[in-house]
């Protein structure tokens, strides 16, 4: 069997057809969040109905990271390479600092509770850009069953001031996001309210002005099947992002190119390895990699 679905002639020189996708974890429940930390050659991964991250390196395999969590989902990692992680649980954006000990990002906009923040990217100049759907707190799963207090929003916290304001409103469920590799475009997929089978789910694309505005908003891309959960882009721009049937790759027109094809239902994705070449899937209960001729531009 192939690995893979082609359908632009390009994308297949970005795969490798020699190069298997691999289960490289399993047994989890839920995974999603995958972070790469080059210095260290370790993955982060969240296992969130069991409340854990994960750490897994090509030697060693998989050991927990930290436990509980605080049903952590979506990481990242700032400028300074340190994780900037979402949790549910606590309700909280945080970030773990160099002697170990956490910081909170952002818990509350106008003294209202945050949902359950999923996922997170740090642009270049440190501001911290974050998803607050509902998921986390409609039920007992992957968090603690509360109230909503806040629309589902986009929010931004300001490098300078850690002050943290909405950059965007009109979406039922905002879920994975990322930057072009020049900045000067955001991606942020919306993947319906939870419960809601009829939901419309894409991406769309903002142009980000040179002060953080935000101007346009339109659907960039229908993900189908499936959603788009969780997404990176690489060194040209194309979208790597979760489907109902693996990994898809989009290019900067919004055009499908092609696909890897997942055994299981794909949350999200990561760029990591030796020339960050390396594309880590986190799905369902397992993760799995793949090498690609790309090359990832998120995390530092
Ligand atoms: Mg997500």
New binding site residues.
């Given amino acids: 069997m192939s690995f893979f679905e082609s359908y632009d002639p390009k994308f297949a020189s970005f795969v490798l057809g020699n190069a298997p996708v691999k289960q490289i974890a399993t047994g989890f429940d839920w995974v999603?969040g995958p972070v790469w930390f080059g210095d260290a050659g370790v993955l982060l991964f969240s296992d969130i109905p069991n409340n854990r991250i994960m750490r897994w390196t090509p030697g060693e395999g998989t050991t927990t990271y930290r436990e509980p969590s605080n049903y952590a989902?979506?990481h990242t990692r700032d400028r300074q390479g340190r994780l900037v992680s979402c949790e549910h649980g606590g309700r909280r954006v945080t970030r773990t600092e160099w002697d170990g000990s956490i910081t909170v990002i952002a818990d509350s906009y106008e003294g209202k509770r945050l949902n359950s923040p999923?996922?997170v990217v740090v642009k270049s100049d440190g501001s911290i850009w974050f998803t607050d759907p509902h998921y986390g707190i409609m039920t007992n799963y992957e968090g603690y069953q509360a109230e909503q207090e806040l629309p589902c929003q986009v929010y931004r916290v300001d490098p300078d001031n850690g002050s943290i304001e909405v950059v965007l409103t009109d979406f039922a469920c905002p879920?994975?996001l990322a930057f072009s590799p020049d900045e000067n475009r955001l991606y942020v997929a919306d993947t319906g309210a939870m419960f809601d089978a009829d939901a419309e789910r894409h991406i769309r694309v903002f142009d980000v002005d040179g002060d953080g505005g935000l101007r346009g908003g339109e659907v960039f891309h229908v993900v189908t099947p499936g959603a788009s959960?969780?997404f990176r882009s690489d060194s040209d721009g194309n979208i790597w992002t979760s489907a109902g049937d693996g990994v898809h790759c989009v290019n900067p027109a919004g055009e499908l190119m092609g696909k890897i094809l997942v055994p299981e239902l794909v949350?999200?994705v990561c760029f990591g390895g030796r020339a960050k070449h390396r594309l880590f899937i986190t799905a369902t209960t397992s993760v799995y990699s793949i090498v690609l001729n790309r090359r990832g531009v998120q995390e530092p």
């Fill in positions: 999603e989902n979506g999923n996922d879920n994975g959960d969780g949350s999200n």
